[in-house]
């Protein structure tokens, strides 16, 4: 059986708009396809000039703290087989911006937002989940796992003590569903998703970035200012998907969002068969701006010839 | 294998009101300028007909494995041929340069902020080695033009590889290589003819930052405004990574978006 | 600068017998260049047919336990971007064949040998370093970090209070260099290293294989028989520079060998500035199997105009 | 970029004694025998001169994403050009069949364990599918030889693609598809008939596993020895990794060193 048979030979554009024929539900909210972008990959004007973001199943937002935050000096960025690496370090010109700008341009526009939460500590975490508890986003995502700030990040999303802790107190201040973002870079990912589920997450994200890095042999220095980086693309796919497998055994009713090395329809599919309940297109976006809805129309082409799996999508439950 | 059932073509996007997104064009000529150094003409007419002076194309590697994109300033536009000329420094650059007419590559853009090119004004348009390119564009862009010259100062290494495109549309083409000096040395001399027109007179630069730097603050002394086109690793090239950030005096902004194009007071580079 | 430029215009075999420039010392063992091939990628015979494997700076052979296993049944072994997935599960002959064979075989091509020592317990660990610590072999790997066994494995790797009480009693069985090989599947390697290092590690090498999975998506069912698999190749590269990295930051002395994604005499030469005393070619060979003697060479003519750092090799030091 | 200037050439891996490694060689055809099943043939002298029926190649994709190496069997081989046969299932497959004469692809071999040919024999040789294509060089290699007759029995699920290319060797070509059965219903037909030689009669297979399973079972019954060639996933293909291990009666081993062929007995399928 070839693949490639599989997928309608009409050509759909990535422009027009477009009937989605297979919704699904997470964590109780409605998006139009199981397919949204990731937190940092997408920016609402420049990808919205590539392409209709309302289309989306749903869109990350960049990760937003209590003020404007500068992010990482120098060069953020550096490429390594079928991956890149960046260590931007949150830039984001804060939540009051976010409310004010981003926020409602999405929200005119028709698309289901996820705000992701930032902060350098839990006080940071509390002060801007305060300001989004009643603001127009429709989930939030609080992002524990970011490789490149020293404070907060992924020291908590690695530490399930601190994780169950700030949950605890982040969980009273909205009814909005509540996704916690888990990193990779951990010994056992089902535990720390067992305390984000335990301090009252709606739903799991995961993977963030893999820690990596470059050297320049011409300088023998490391590319990035920052030195290390996080890895995200392609080649951190089986990572991903592997998150996602065992963090659903481990926890067979949480909703997971699967994000990792997603570039095709047939790579989103394999996260929804690992057990997730949507995915989200993070890097592939970098060298291929319309990467996510493209993702999202050749999930739907795979999706019409499996009806078993639609089925469930459409209840908000899971292959397995 | 899938990606091919999806449409991606320039007319579908412009009639749904979007932008192109990546696509792969025909390549049309390459050649060694000097040794290590390259212009490559492809062929595409949504660029053709919208590129500004110092904006930029993304090119993509054949090889996936190398992912990121590839910017270079657009040099010259001919009908629908688009020509950069770069210099090979990389994995990217060493395969774009075994490229020959008839293969094909992945191209996104126009991207960035053009120079702002003001009516009634002489151009300075100071280059340095691999920062020429748009500059020539610029060249390009203001040889049609009544109210304003355009007068290229370029700084080579060694080989005056750009000299011979400058020359098919700047007013004058002035050129050194470090045998001689460097661009500051041209400006001194030319600087006591320049303001004999009486218009206004404006620097359009792109080189190696120190030069720009040392340009701009020459322009500072002497009053006269100056845009600088500036170079940061870029992670997307339209805005949607924040990769490519340089601090300026509004912020942190990004080179792909808010520039490449800086005011020499953006930067802080006119003692002001 | 133009990097293909560094290197020489004349070919160099991969199969002629080679004069090495640039040797370097591990741990107190001479190797005739710093380039060695990875455990389980490597097979004296199979190898040998392609080049001449006394060649390589050193050779480190599949793990071997105190008896036969037979390791995973199925399918054991699946693609995923620029990398390959596996489970293999430490199929080898045991101890006692490998003393019989392998091992006099390859030292009498001549070639510097490292045994790779696998169990499933301690006593199984102990059973192999007591049949090697006589042997000819000249450095000793335990592999406390391979992720397709059910016990041992990777489940010592990960647990700094295991792998200090197993150096403990390994340590006193031989006075051959023992290298501790590290998995990058946990929160923080540079606390697993230093349980390594108090527990008597003279060397460490990094990295093993990262989680990963791919599933089938004509059936939904994982690939692989064993579900999930080790992810090695070009993908994993900047994970295992980060590695070494990290762990070269925290234990400025102890010699530590890169391994992870290397193909080429560049990303070998990453690792040295990344504070590696060696590196090992591992899944390269997979699809390449002159790789680890191709980067050895390659390596050697990067080498050559850096004298800083091949000073710093041939006394055995690193570069930071 | 720097793997260029290392020598990999046939005549310096020979001249020294050793196998040569991967290499890139000339497509020379690449035709569609029937929808999804391709042949594919190339240039390489040194597989030419060296492969065995049952012994395969390894085809590399040219997409450095797509590492693994994708083992085909040898289908024929005409002066130096080596072809194969094989069905388009997934990603390496699809590209190898959209690769036409003048392009390149690189590749390893020859791999693996052959039939072991005797003298004085008659083969049928029983394919199924895409097992097909190793009987045929093993049609090829008896072809030559008055001792032995070969006699092929072909399953196909509709088309027949590869008769033609068995005509051209064994002695006898029998085939069938699903509509009116399978290798079995062959072999009970022809059974009668091939005693009469009385030479001893050996079968060489290669097809889906309970093909396989059952054919060795018919001949165990009839006291004929079969040889087997199967198929593992494989993560070298030349011996390096344990990927590709199939149990036998001999221990688990590997398909790409010990086999790919083995015997019913060693499969433990001739009941004994
Ligand atoms: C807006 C802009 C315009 C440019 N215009 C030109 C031009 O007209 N002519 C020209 O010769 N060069 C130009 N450059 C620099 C050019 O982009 C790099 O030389 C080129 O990307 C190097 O690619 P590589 O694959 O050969 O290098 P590699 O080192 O293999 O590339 C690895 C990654 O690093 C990035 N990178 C490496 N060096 C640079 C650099 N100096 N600047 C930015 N990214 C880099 C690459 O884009 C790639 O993502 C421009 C850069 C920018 C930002
Ligand atoms: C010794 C041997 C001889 C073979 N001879 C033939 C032949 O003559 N004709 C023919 O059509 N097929 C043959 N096959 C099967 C052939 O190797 C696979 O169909 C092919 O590798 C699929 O590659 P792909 O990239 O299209 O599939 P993908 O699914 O994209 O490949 C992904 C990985 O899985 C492996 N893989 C996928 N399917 C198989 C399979 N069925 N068997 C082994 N590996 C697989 C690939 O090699 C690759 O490493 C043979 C297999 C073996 C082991
Ligand atoms: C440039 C960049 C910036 C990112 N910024 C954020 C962020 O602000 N918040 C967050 O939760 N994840 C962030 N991520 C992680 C991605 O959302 C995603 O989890 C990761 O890249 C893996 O998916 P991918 O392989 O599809 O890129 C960022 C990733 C990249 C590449
Ligand atoms: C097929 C295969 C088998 C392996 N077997 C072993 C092993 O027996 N012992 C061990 O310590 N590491 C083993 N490894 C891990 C490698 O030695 C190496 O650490 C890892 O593959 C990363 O390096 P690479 O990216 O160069 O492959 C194996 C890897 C592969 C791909
Ligand atoms: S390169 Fe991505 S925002 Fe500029
Ligand atoms: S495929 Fe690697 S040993 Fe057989």
Redesign the interface.
Known sequence: ????QE??????????PHEWRHGTVVAGVPWKNPVGTAS????A???G????VSQMGSVTT?GVSPVEW??N?G????????????A?GL?NPGVDHYLAHDLPYLKDLGATVIANVAGHCDDDYAQVVEKLADSDADMLEINVSCPNVTHGGMSVG?DPVALAKLMDRLRPMTDKPMIVKLTP????IAAIARAAVEGGADCLSMINT??????D??T????IAN??GG?S???????G??CV??VRAALPDIPIIGIG?ID???KA??YL??GANAVEVG?A??????API?VA??LE??LDSRPE?TEKLAKGDT?R | ????????TVE??V??G??P??RTVDVVDVRELTPGVIRLTFRDEFIAENVKPAQFVNL?SAN??????RPFGVSEVDGDDVSLIFAVVGYGTDEFAHLKGGDRVDV?GPLGKPFDIRANADYLLVGGGLGIPPLLEAAQALAGRDDCRAIAVLGYRDAHFADVYAAKYADEVHSIDESEGNVLTLLERLWPGLQESGRELIILSCGPTPMMKAVAEWASKRGVDAQLSME?????G????????I?TRD??EKVC?AGPVFTAHQLGWDNK
């Open positions: 059986m070839n693949i490639e997928l309608n030979e009409t050509p759909t554009s990535v422009y027009a940092g990959t997408f920016n004007y420049a990808c000039r590539f392409y209709d960049k500068l992010g000096p060069v953020r960025t550096a490429e390594s087989p079928a991956a890149t690496v960046n931007v830039q690695t870079n951990v010994t056992d893999l820690v990596g890095m470059r050297i042999i011409r023998g220095e490391p590319i030195r290390t890895v693309g392609p080649a951190v796919f089986p990572v998907l592997a497998w065992r090395g095709s329809g047939e599919l394999e068969y690992a890097g976006a970098l060298y291929d701006p319309t493209r129309l050749e082409e795979l799996l292959w | 294998m899938p990606t091919t059932a999806f449409s991606h579908d996007a009639s749904n979007r932008m997104t990546r993509y996936p494995q190398h992912l990121m994109p996104l940061q690793r870029m992670g997307c339209y805005g949607t990574c924040v990769a490519c950030t601090d912020g942190r978006e």
